[in-house]
């Protein structure tokens, strides 16, 4: 059992309109092709072209998410900042990568190899709120996001920190697509897709709607070892298979995985309601982050997006949320969330 | 010169990432660095690639450089006096 992480404040740039409004109840915005691209806000509203300057089109995104998470919550300093990602700024881990190729290891430009770096997005989130407190970024695949979110429940859980800014950030490019395509990724019905996501988490309730009250994680696990797993957190939490209101799965088209989810499904009664997620945001890395965002959303809104229903449950009242994730059946992710309101 | 001096700042534009900008905007003897146009240590190295992907120019002095990067006017003249391509 974790100590919770009381969520005050989400934000996420996605495929949909999910950044101006904070809300998924507008007009569903189509797919292009096999990729969902995350739209972009006006960065002129943030910052100078002396300052964007130095930014990648992930870096962009990913501060500007967290300005506006934190505005919500009303903080200007967290913290922590912590955060997650699989792959970090492509475009300019590629840039820097061609250059090297292009001329032969000679004079290279610093500023891609500067912003390919992972934690570059945490340094700028650190200089623009004058944060010089606990500060890391997470590399591990479909784990990433989880293992931000399990470090500021231990920092809250020993005191250290009483809050914390946390993320996940992600972007695709034409040729990682490719090497993707060329990996299997797409084949079975799975689409591609990056967005960029904040939360700022509290140690305790304040004013907050919606709680990650536990988070277990399992690399490539048996179905029996999710099985159980499953039973023992929620008879740590003093709940069984029917107090879950609403169950968020990260079904993402892909038929081979899809047995995993059902493992959990089967669990629950028909008055659960059954959500997913990447049907509009395409699946990556740190995916997770949209369905959480989404929860947050949901909690704080008292109702469920018709959007995400893939079977409408006849619950009123959502309290038990129970997140189960996977990334191509290696990483295995379960929240255990509690609306607060 | 003009026209060089003009060129020049297109290519200052491009490889600094002043997207909006426009050359107009930048005095040709105002300070490159710090107070003028505002410029840092990491566009500094930005236009030491510049100089020598473009112009065949190497600088390995980093004095050397700090006259040479004073103004666009200096920069233009150096490059004139000194291209290799």
Known sequence: MISPLYIRSARAISAQESFASNDLSKEIRSITGNRFVYIEPNYQQYFTIMQLRRMSRLTRIGLVTAIECLKDAGISQPEAILTGTGKGSLHDTEKFMHAIREFQEGTLNPSPFIQSTYNSLNGLIGLHHQVNSYNTTYVHSGFSLEHAMLDAALLFGDNTIGNALIGAFEEMTDEHYIIKEKLGFWKNGAVSGEGCFFFYAEKDKNGSALAIEDIKLWFEPEENQIRQGLEELLSSHQIDWNDIDVFISGRNNDKRYDHYYNLVADKLPSSTHHIHFKHLSGEFDTAAGFGIWAAARMAEMKRIFPSLLLKEGSRDNIKHILFYNQYYGKQHVVYLMKTTA | ?85
């Open chain 2, 1 to 85: 010169m003009e026209d060089f001096k003009r060129i020049l700042k297109l290519q200052i534009i491009e490889a600094l990432n002043l997207q909006g900008m426009q050359p107009e905007e930048i005095d040709d003897n105002g300070p490159l660095f710090g107070e003028g146009l505002g410029l840092d240590s990491i566009d500094s190295l930005e236009m030491i690639v510049l100089m020598e992907r473009n112009y065949g120019i190497k600088i390995e002095d980093p004095r050397e450089g700090r006259k040479i990067f004073e103004s666009i006017t200096t920069m233009a003249a150096y490059i004139q006096a000194n291209r290799k391509k």
